[in-house]
Nanobody, 121 residues
């Protein structure tokens, strides 16, 4: 069994910063891609950023230069540093980790519980 626990959301003024964390625990052999998604009210869930096990990163255009994704493999944790936040960044943020369990088999995508980020103007 694997669990992902997110933390770090909150309310911040436009131009402010937040840092999200997502830690995986349980029967873990390896973790491939880690990522962050977000969903605003009335919108579909969208990809924000991903990072591979080798450290390659990818960002949606709207956050490039403002957000930074990173990972700590020893802690099975992925982070999302968010600077220069805008009201349009307001959403529930979800982490996703592709995890291979200790007992073999293919990687499975696990999701965090979601954390609210609200940016006031």
């Amino acid at each position: 069994q694997v669990q992902l626990v997110e933390s770090g959301g909150g309310l911040v003024q436009a131009g402010g910063s937040l840092r999200l964390s997502c830690a995986a625990s349980g029967s873990i052999f390896s973790i491939n891609v880690m990522g962050w998604y977000r969903q605003a009210p009335g919108n579909q869930r969208e990809l924000v950023a991903t990072i591979t096990s080798g450290g390659s990163t990818n960002y949606v255009d709207s956050v490039k230069g403002r957000f930074t994704i990173s990972r700590d493999n020893a802690k099975n944790t992925v982070y999302l540093g968010m600077n220069s936040l805008k009201p349009e960044d307001t959403a529930v943020y979800y982490c996703n980790q592709q995890i291979r369990g200790r007992y073999g088999g293919p990687s499975v995508a696990y999701w965090g519980q979601g954390t609210q980020v609200t940016v006031s103007s």
